[in-house]
């Protein structure tokens, strides 16, 4: 197994699914709320999230194929997409649209943490271009193990939300969020030339 591919997809995917970022919204959508209840909706959310990632990274691939998109095109627009997620986190637009995604709900396990927080266009994105990085089930388990490693580092992000957010404070996960920005911004351009290479644009 790649050892440079296996982190270069656990930094990706990190940066992507942004446990840093997500916690303080974890702690928003769950005010109020006890620590055994806390508990359950961060599970729920993650294991939800974490199937749809799985399914999109085993098919995503047949399914473009299917609907006639070339993975070179789709790594291009992943690659575009990629980097708008970047710009929100440096510009802070991000923080702001996940506050108007996250209505209030009685279980936000499903809506809005799994979908679109955790398991959305980006994350999606990701994992298929990722997955059609490896061949086999075996390159494909790596993926899958790679992204639930980092659903679990999100999973106790969120069982210490309340203690992350007392030690951090806004301004230090303000600080965060733009320093992953800038990373998910030099990725994603990463993945756009990749894409270009493909079509013979670029060497």
Known sequence: ???????????????IIDPIGLTPMFV??????????????AFRACV????????????GESLLGFIGISMSAFRIAGGILLFLTALDMLFERRAKR?????DERPDP???PLAIPLIAGPGAIATVILLAEQQDGWIGLASVVAVMI???VVLFMFFLGAGLFERVMGKTGINVVTRLLGMLLAALSVQFVLDG???????G
């Open 1 to 15: 197994m790649d050892i440079a591919f296996l982190i270069s997809a656990s930094v990706t995917l990190y940066v």
């Open 28 to 41: 928003a959508l769950t005010q109020g709320m006890d620590a055994r209840e806390r508990r359950a909706i």
């Open 48 to 59: 939800t999230g974490a199937i749809i990632l799985t399914l999109f990274a085993a098919l």
């Open 98 to 102: 996940r506050e108007d995604q996250a």
């Open 109 to 111: 396990s499903v809506f």
């Open 149 to 151: 490693s980092v659903i």
């Open 196 to 202: 270009l290479r493909d079509f013979g644009f670029a």
